[in-house]
């Protein structure tokens, strides 16, 4: 038999919410389209690449296999903060937000380590595993050298960007890739591949700077952000504990 509902629904009930809908447009288009960016100057880096020979460019092949299997990690520890941070933050409890941060950090760049020992001092046996060409697992394992510098990096960075995305700071995180990826890491690796005598390495290598130079502008950021809901908002903790959902709404905080 039909089983009545135990609330009343008709059809001016379902409807789009424009203002919530605003916001998720708001949040999640500028991570798309940094993702979109950011792929596109690594397809510019793999032309560079493919302009070195027959061997870079299987070389380059096989080491993104390896490649995606470490950014696993990076990317985990992203997701995981950013749902983290995301619910502290709308509980109005930075501080455990930060901790989130600082222990993520810590946790990954250790894992980052190990990372960059296997990637830089054992690169040929981890392309020897998808190529038994010696000539292509070498020149795999000169773009592992250089990506393992980045494994570090990666490991802090990404953190950061989970930490700003929980706290609804898409478009800040969209920026700074976009400058990392067009200003930094294709100028800088187009200027390497030209070097007389370049290798795998070189090109590769051309990532570093620009993760530097984007950790670095997250580090800043924090900073303000985090001083901006401490003094603005939320001058102590307690005082958050007290703060109903109107009063983040009134200061922008939803």
């Known amino acids: 038999c039909k089983k009545e509902l135990p609330f009343e629904m008709h059809k001016t009930d379902i409807g789009v919410h424009g203002r919530t809908l605003r916001k998720m447009v708001g949040l999640g288009a500028p991570?798309?389209?940094?993702?979109?960016?950011?792929?596109?100057?690594?397809?510019?880096?793999?032309a560079i690449v493919n302009s070195m020979g027959v061997t870079a460019s299987a070389g380059v092949g096989v080491a993104e296999k390896v490649c995606a299997f470490?950014?696993?990690?990076?990317?985990?520890?992203?997701?995981s903060i950013s749902a983290f941070v995301a619910q502290n933050y709308g509980a109005g409890r930075m501080d455990r937000a930060k901790k989130a941060l600082h222990y993520?950090?810590?946790?990954?760049?250790?894992?980052?380590?190990?990372?960059?020992?296997?990637?830089?001092?054992?690169?040929?046996?981890?392309?020897?595993?998808?190529?038994?060409?010696?000539?292509?697992?070498?020149?795999?394992?000169?773009?592992?050298?250089?990506?393992?510098?980045?494994?570090?990096?990666?490991?802090?960075?990404?953190?950061?960007?989970?930490?700003?995305?929980?706290?609804?700071?898409?478009?800040?995180?969209?920026?700074?890739?976009?400058?990392?990826?067009?200003?930094?890491?294709v100028p800088v690796s187009w200027f390497m591949s030209r070097r007389a005598g370049a290798t795998l390495f070189d090109p590769a290598a051309g990532a570093v700077p620009g993760m530097y130079v984007v950790s670095e502008k997250e580090k800043m950021g924090i900073g303000y952000r985090v001083n901006v809901f401490r003094n603005v908002v939320c001058p102590s903790a307690k005082n958050c504990a007290k703060m109903s959902k109107e009063d983040f709404v009134r200061e922008g905080y939803d």
């Open 31 to 46: 991570i798309a389209l940094q993702d979109l960016l950011v792929s596109i100057s690594f397809l510019i880096i793999l």
């Open 70 to 79: 470490i950014m696993l990690i990076s990317s985990a520890f992203m997701q």
């Open 104 to 185: 993520g950090v810590a946790v990954s760049f250790a894992i980052g380590v190990g990372m960059f020992f296997l990637s830089f001092f054992h690169g040929n046996v981890l392309a020897g595993i998808f190529s038994s060409d010696a000539m292509v697992i070498e020149a795999a394992a000169d773009y592992l050298k250089a990506y393992a510098i980045d494994c570090l990096f990666t490991a802090i960075f990404f953190c950061y960007i989970g930490f700003y995305n929980g706290i609804g700071m898409t478009k800040f995180v969209m920026i700074q890739g976009i400058i990392g990826a067009f200003c930094v890491r």
